[in-house]
C-alpha cells in the first residue's frame, strides 16, 4: 500500500513537472530535471536527423551531437552543462584505462513508469550528509537518466546486519538489495537458497554493459561468478587493480641523520635499525601487529613466511605460518626485538599508542598506510617520509607482498527473487557499467562538482563543490555526498577519490610505487566455500589463528625459545592444519576452473 | 491445591483455590491490572524466546527458516566441546570470576563498612562522588587508561617493577598479570557504584543495636562485626547467590579490549573465544549452542549455591 502512495506520488509529481515546462539548473528537483532530459533528447537526436534514439538497437550517445570539446574546459556554458547532466551524450569522456567502458544506452530512459525498491545498508557518514538515501543527488541523478525511479529501504545505523537477517528471514524481499554479501555463506548460498535471481541467463539481454565489462579481463571475470558457474550478484568492478595501501615507511630525517639508502634487504634494514638507535630513535622499528606479522608480509615474506592462506610459486595453496623458513624469521625478530629495535610494546598497544609512538622521537620507521601516516606525521607533525619496498633475502631478489584486490571492489548488489520487474532492476543496474555511468557514480553531476580535464577523465576543480561545500563538510565526509563512495559500479578510487588525488599529498604515489614494484602474484584470490567447507573453514580457522598468534608473539617476546616453533607446528598439524590447506586448495581450484 | 484461610467467625475453612482466586481478582482488580505489563513483558521477552534455544540443535539459515533448516542435533555442542581450547577458555572464564568473587564482591562491601563509620558527612560524599565516578567513564575509555597505565614507563609498570626489581615491557603482555589487571580494573571501575546498595541496607539499622552493643562495651570495630555485618547478611548473601550464578558469563567487550595473543593463556574466555570464530562466519547455530551450555551451568550453579545457603542461613531466593 505503501509503496503504491509512493509511487503514485511520484507519477503526479512527473506530470506536474512536465506540463510545468520549467528551465531549471542543474540542481533542480527531479521533475523538472525529467522533462529537461526529455527536451535534451529530442533536441540531440533531432539534430542528427534520423539518429539512432527510439529504435534502440545502437548506442545513443555515439550518435549524438559532438561534445569533445569539453574536454580540458574550464569554464563550461550553461547550456553545456545541461547537456552533460541531463543526455546520454558521452563524446566528451575519454577512453583512459586499458580496457574500454562499454556504452550500451539502448535501454535508457527506461520503456515504461517503474519504481525499484532498494535496500542499502546506510553509515555514520553518508547519513550526516545525507540524511535520506531518497534525497542522494546522486541517485537522483541516475533515476533521471535512466528513467527509472527508486525508492530506498534503509536500515537504522548500527542495526544493518539485524535488520537485513530479518528481512531474509521474513521473506520479503526488496527489488534489489546492495551489500547483498551480507548473505550468511555469501552470494552463492543466496542464489542456492531461493533469495536472490540466477543472473547467468538473462545477463547478455538485460545487463549488455555488465556483461561486457565483466568479460573485458579475466580477473574480472572469474572474481564475479560462483564455483558453479552462476552469476548471482553485480560485484563492484574496478578499472584496475587497486594500489597496495599498506607498507614499509621511514621518516626522511632518519635516512638524512644516518645516511644510509633506503634498505632493500633484511640485513640492510637491520643495520639501518641499528644505525637509527645509534642516533638516538630508541625504538626504531614500530612493529605494528598484535602477532608479529602483517597481512602484506612486510618483513615476514621475505622468509616466505606469509601472514595467511597464499598460493605458492607451484600454484598450490600454502599456509604462511607453516612454511620452512618460519624459524630463520622467528630467530631474526627475536634477536631483533632483543636488541631493542622494535617497539619495546608492539605485542599490547592498540592504535592509539601506536600512533603517539610513531610521531615521537623514539621512531624511525612504521609499517602502516601511507594515507594513515600521511595524516600523523605530515599534516599533524610536518615529518616527511619516504616508502621502502618489502625487504628481501638477497640483494637484487624481486620483493613481493600479498594484497591484491582482483580488480574486484566496492558493494555487490543482487536482483532478488521477489523482483517485480528485473528487466528494470538489472536496467538500473547496468547503467553503473556504461561510460556515463562510470562518470556519475565517481564523479557526480557536471559543472559544479566535476570537469573533464584534457583527456577525457572528469576530475574535482578547486572551486567547485567538493572543496567548496555550503555546509562546510570535510571532504572526507563529501566524498559520500557528489559521489557513490561504496556502491556496485565501476569504481575508479585512485581518480575519484579526492583523499587519494589531494593536492601535495605522496600517498597516492607511495601506493602506485609499492603495487608497481613488488610483484602480487602469490595473493590468494577471494574463493569462495560450500556452507560445510564455510563452517569447518571458520573452526579450524580460529584454532590455526589462535595458536599462531600465541606461539608467534611470545617467541618474539622471548617469553618461549624458538626451538617451541616445532611444537607449534606439531599442535598445528594434530588440529588439522592439513584439512585446513585442503579446504582452500579445493575452493581454489574451483576458482581456478571458473 | 487447597489454601486455608480464616474467616471472621474464627472458625478454620479450606476454600477451593480458584474461589479465592476469582474473590481476590474481584476484590483486587486494580492491583492485578497493574502486575499484567509485568507478565506481559516475561512473556514477551523472556519465555516465548525460549523456543529458540532449539537452534543449537539445528543448522539454522534465516531464509529457510526455523522449520525447514536442517536438524544437526548435538554438532554444534560437539564442535564446542572437542576443540583444543575448550579446557583452557572454560577454566578461564571460570577463574576470572572466581577472582571477581574474591576481590570484586568483598571490596564493595569492605569500602560501605569503611564509609559508613565516617561521620563527617561531606568527606563522606566526595569519597563516594570519587568512587562512583569511574562507573560512568565508557568501557572503551577505561581500557585506554589501562593501556597507558601498564605500558612500558607507565605509572603502574613503575610499580611493579619498583616491587619485583626487575623490568618489565607493557604489563598487559605477561600472561600472569591478565588476572590481577583485569579484577582490579573491574574493582576500581564498579566499586564505588556497587557499595550503594549496602550503604543503603546500612541506613536501615535501627540505631538502638548501636547503643545496646556501646553500653556492653563494644568498640568501634566489634560493633562492625556484631552489629553492622550481621544486619546486612541477608543482602550480602542474595548479591552472593546472584553473583555465583553468573560465575559462565562473561563479557567479551572488556577482555578483547584488554588481551592479546601474549595473553591468551589466562585471558581468552569463552566469549571471546566465539567471538573471533564469528568474525569468520556467522554462525547463529554455534552461538546459540554455546549459550545454552554456559546458561545451564550457570543455572545449576546458581541452584546449588541457592539450596545450600536456604540450608544454612536460611535466605533464598526461591
Known amino acids: 500500500m505503501k509503496r503504491k502512495i509512493v509511487g503514485l506520488l511520484l507519477a503526479v509529481t512527473m506530470t506536474i513537472g512536465i506540463f510545468a515546462g520549467c528551465g531549471s539548473t542543474p540542481e533542480a528537483p527531479s521533475s523538472g530535471a525529467a522533462a529537461d532530459t526529455e527536451k535534451a533528447d529530442t533536441e540531440a537526436a533531432g539534430s542528427e536527423t534520423e539518429a539512432s534514439s527510439g529504435s534502440g538497437e545502437e548506442a545513443e550517445g555515439s550518435g549524438a551531437e559532438d561534445l569533445t570539446a569539453l574536454r580540458g574546459n574550464t569554464a563550461p556554458t550553461e547550456e553545456e552543462i545541461q547537456l552533460v547532466n541531463t543526455t546520454l551524450n558521452d563524446t566528451y569522456l575519454g577512453d583512459v584505462f586499458s580496457e574500454v567502458i562499454p556504452n550500451n544506452y539502448s535501454a535508457y530512459p527506461w520503456k515504461e513508469e517503474v519504481t525499484l525498491d532498494v535496500w542499502m545498508a546506510n553509515n555514520s557518514i553518508l547519513s550526516s550528509v545525507c540524511p535520506d538515501l531518497n534525497d542522494h543527488r546522486v541517485f537522483n541523478q541516475l533515476e533521471e537518466l535512466t528513467g527509472i525511479k527508486l525508492n530506498f529501504i534503509v536500515p537504522a545505523l548500527g542495526e544493518e546486519t539485524t535488520e537485513f537477517n530479518l528481512m531474509i528471514a521474513s521473506g520479503e524481499l526488496p527489488d534489489i538489495i546492495i551489500g547483498a554479501d551480507r548473505y550468511v555463506g555469501g552470494i552463492a548460498a543466496g542464489v542456492n537458497e531461493g533469495a536472490y535471481m540466477d543472473l547467468t541467463d538473462v545477463l547478455d539481454e538485460y545487463m549488455p554493459n555488465y556483461a561486457a565489462w565483466r568479460n573485458s579481463d579475466e580477473e574480472r571475470r572469474k572474481t564475479t561468478i560462483t564455483d558453479e558457474g552462476v552469476v548471482g550478484g553485480v560485484y563492484g568492478i574496478a578499472p584496475y587493480n587497486e594500489w597496495c595501501w599498506f607498507g614499509l615507511l621511514i621518516k626522511q630525517e632518519a635516512l638524512d641523520k644516518t645516511g644510509l639508502p633506503v634498505p632493500e634487504t633484511i640485513d640492510e634494514l637491520h643495520d639501518f635499525l641499528v644505525a637509527c638507535k645509534e642516533q638516538g630513535y630508541d625504538q626504531p622499528l614500530n612493529y605494528g601487529s598484535t602477532y608479529g606479522q602483517i597481512f602484506t608480509g612486510i618483513i615476514n615474506g621475505a622468509y616466505g613466511v606469509w601472514d595467511w592462506m597464499f598460493v605458492d610459486d607451484n600454484g598450490k595453496a600454502a599456509w604462511g605460518p607453516g612454511q620452512e623458513k618460519a624459524k630463520e624469521y622467528l630467530a631474526t625478530m627475536q634477536s631483533w626485538y632483543e636488541e631493542g629495535l622494535l617497539n619495546t610494546d608492539w605485542a599490547t598497544a592498540d592504535f592509539n599508542q601506536r600512533m603517539a609512538e610513531a610521531v615521537s622521537d623514539d621512531c624511525a620507521v612504521m609499517m602502516d598506510s601511507p594515507d594513515t601516516m600521511w595524516g600523523y606525521w605530515k599534516e599533524d607533525n610536518d615529518i616527511d617520509f619516504v616508502a621502502a619496498l618489502n625487504p628481501v633475502l638477497t640483494k637484487g631478489e624481486q620483493s613481493r607482498q600479498t594484497y591484491r584486490n582482483f580488480k574486484k571492489t566496492g558493494s555487490v548488489a543482487a536482483v532478488t527473487t521477489q523482483c517485480k520487474n528485473v528487466e528494470a532492476a538489472c536496467a538500473f543496474l547496468d547503467f553503473a557499467y556504461t561510460k556515463k555511468g562510470w562518470e556519475v557514480y565517481n564523479y557526480g553531476t557536471y559543472g559544479d562538482v566535476h570537469l573533464i580535464d584534457e583527456n577525457g577523465l572528469p576530475y574535482f576543480f578547486a572551486e567547485g563543490l567538493m572543496y567548496n561545500d555550503p555546509e562546510g563538510q570535510p571532504v572526507s565526509n563529501l566524498i559520500w555526498k557528489y559521489r557513490i563512495h561504496d556502491g556496485a559500479d565501476i569504481r575508479d578510487e585512485h581518480n575519484s577519490n579526492p583523499l587519494i588525488t589531494a593536492e601535495g599529498s605522496y600517498s597516492g604515489d607511495i601506493r602506485d610505487y609499492w603495487t608497481k614494484n613488488m610483484d602480487s602474484t602469490l595473493t590468494m584470490p577471494p574463493v569462495t566455500f560450500t556452507p560445510e567447507e564455510a563452517a569447518r573453514e571458520g573452526e579450524l580457522g580460529t584454532i590455526l589463528s589462535t595458536m599462531r598468534n600465541e606461539y608467534f608473539s611470545k617467541i618474539i617476546m622471548g617469553q618461549l625459545p624458538v626451538d617451541a616453533y616445532d611444537e607449534f607446528l606439531a599442535n598445528a598439524k594434530a588440529q588439522g592444519m592439513d584439512e585446513f590447506i585442503a579446504l582452500w586448495q579445493a575452493a581454489l581450484d574451483r576458482y581456478n576452473a571458473r | ?318
Open chain 2, 1 to 318: 491445591m487447597k489454601i486455608k484461610t480464616r474467616q471472621n467467625t474464627g472458625l478454620r475453612q479450606t476454600v477451593d483455590f480458584k474461589t479465592a482466586l476469582r474473590k481476590d481478582l474481584k476484590k483486587n482488580s486494580f492491583a492485578y491490572l497493574l502486575l499484567v505489563p509485568v507478565l506481559l513483558w516475561y512473556i514477551v521477552f523472556c519465555y516465548a524466546p525460549m523456543w529458540g534455544v532449539l537452534l543449537a540443535f539445528k543448522d539454522y539459515k534465516p531464509l529457510l527458516g526455523f522449520g525447514d533448516s536442517q536438524w544437526v542435533g548435538l554438532k554444534h555442542f560437539k564442535d564446542f566441546l572437542s576443540g583444543p581450547y575448550f579446557v583452557r577458555t572454560v577454566k578461564n572464564t571460570f577463574m576470572l570470576n572466581i577472582w571477581g568473587l574474591a576481590f570484586g564482591f568483598t571490596s564493595p562491601i569492605i569500602l560501605a563498612l569503611l564509609l559508613n563509620e565516617i561521620k563527617a558527612m561531606r568527606f563522606k560524599k566526595v569519597v563516594q562522588t570519587i568512587t562512583y565516578m569511574p562507573h560512568f567513564i565508557s568501557l572503551v575509555v577505561i581500557c585506554g587508561m589501562i593501556h597507558i597505565f601498564t605500558q612500558s614507563g607507565g605509572i603502574l609498570t613503575q610499580l611493579v617493577d619498583a616491587v619485583t626489581g626487575t623490568e618489565h615491557a607493557s604489563l598487559l603482555g605477561y600472561s600472569n598479570m591478565f588476572r590481577p589487571i583485569y579484577t582490579f580494573s573491574g574493582i576500581w571501575q564498579n566499586i564505588g557504584w556497587d557499595s550503594i546498595i549496602y550503604l543503603s541496607a546500612m541506613s536501615s539499622i535501627d540505631p538502638g543495636l548501636y547503643e545496646a552493643a556501646e553500653i556492653d562495651g563494644a568498640g568501634r570495630f566489634r560493633k562492625m562485626w556484631h552489629v553492622t555485618l550481621p544486619q546486612i547478611r541477608p543482602t550480602i548473601i542474595i548479591l552472593f547467590i546472584f553473583a555465583v550464578g553468573g560465575l559462565m558469563a562473561s563479557g567479551h567487550e572488556k577482555i578483547i579490549l584488554l588481551y592479546n595473543p601474549l595473553t591468551y593463556e589466562t585471558g581468552d574466555v569463552i566469549a571471546s573465544y566465539v567471538y573471533r570464530r564469528g568474525l569468520q562466519e556467522a554462525s547463529y547455530s554455534f552461538a546459540t549452542a554455546v549459550g545454552l551450555i554456559s546458561s545451564l551451568v550457570n543455572f545449576l550453579l546458581l541452584w546449588f549455591t541457592n539450596r545450600v545457603s536456604r540450608k544454612y542461613s536460611e535466605i533464598s531466593i526461591f
